[in-house]
């Protein structure tokens, strides 16, 4: 079945700092969204992307459809202590009757 | 507007004995989701409505979990007899059709 890398699995960076994660995938997508879960609370939607190629912003938030439709990569600018939180990917396709694929989610965690 | 509602928060119950889940989507969505949540993973899709009907339960392990909604609003999970490894977060999500999901803030139940 379809699957997503997502990397890196956890980050701890300074506050201030830049943080940059991706998600790549063996099958092509049509869609890829980006969430964020905080503890005990269910993901919230963070950008939603639909064309291959597109570049998003959402405030500090950036997220860039692969040309391939098999990758995405979300970038977070000068990070906050609210940024922490477990990010995730997901991806969604024709194919698989619209079903959307998670990816195993990158732990951030930022030191003030 | 409401987000997606559901309840219990929390559930602890001993193995063998059933559980059931509730959960209310935005209103005038008409595609309602039940996801499983491991510890450290993405969500996984359970079940999917589009109004009343189940159109895709390949991934409802059928012979403990059944799921309903019979009036095309709010659903109901069910899990009999429930399992040590059903210790997991249950989660809702809602959409108008195949558009973005918004999730709900899960029940986290404990089976002991």
């Known amino acids: 079945g379809q699957q997503l890398n997502q990397s890196p699995q956890s980050m701890f960076i300074q506050e201030g700092e830049d943080v940059s994660m991706n998600c790549t995938s063996s099958?092509?997508?049509?869609?890829w969204l980006w969430y964020k879960q905080d503890p005990g609370e269910g993901p919230v939607l963070l950008i939603a992307?639909?064309?291959?190629?597109e570049l998003t912003s959402n405030g500090r938030l950036t997220a860039q459809f692969g040309i391939t439709r098999k990758d995405s990569f979300l970038n977070i600018s000068a990070s906050i202590p609210s940024d922490v939180g477990i990010y995730f990917c997901a991806g969604q396709s024709f194919q698989g009757a619209q079903k959307l694929v998670f990816g195993q989610g990158t732990r951030l965690t930022i030191n003030p | 507007e409401a987000g997606v509602v559901q309840s219990p928060r929390y559930k602890i119950i001993e193995k063998k004995q059933p559980v059931a889940f509730w959960c209310n989507p935005i209103?005038?969505?008409?595609?309602l989701y039940w996801y499983l949540q491991n510890l450290g993973q993405g969500p996984e899709l359970l079940i999917r409505?589009?109004?009343?009907?189940?159109?895709?339960d390949s991934q409802l392990p059928k012979d403990r979990f059944s799921a309903e909604r019979l009036k095309g609003v709010d659903s109901t999970l069910k899990i009999q007899p429930a399992e040590l490894g059903d210790s997991a977060v249950y989660l809702c999500?809602?959409?108008?059709?195949?558009?973005?999901?918004?999730f709900g803030p899960g029940t986290r139940l404990t089976v002991l």
């Open positions: 409505y589009e109004n009343e009907e189940a159109v895709d």
């Open positions: 999500a809602s959409s108008f059709g195949t558009n973005e999901q918004f």
């Open positions: 992307l639909y064309k291959a190629g």
């Open positions: 209103s005038g969505h008409n595609t």
């Open positions: 099958s092509i997508f049509n869609t």
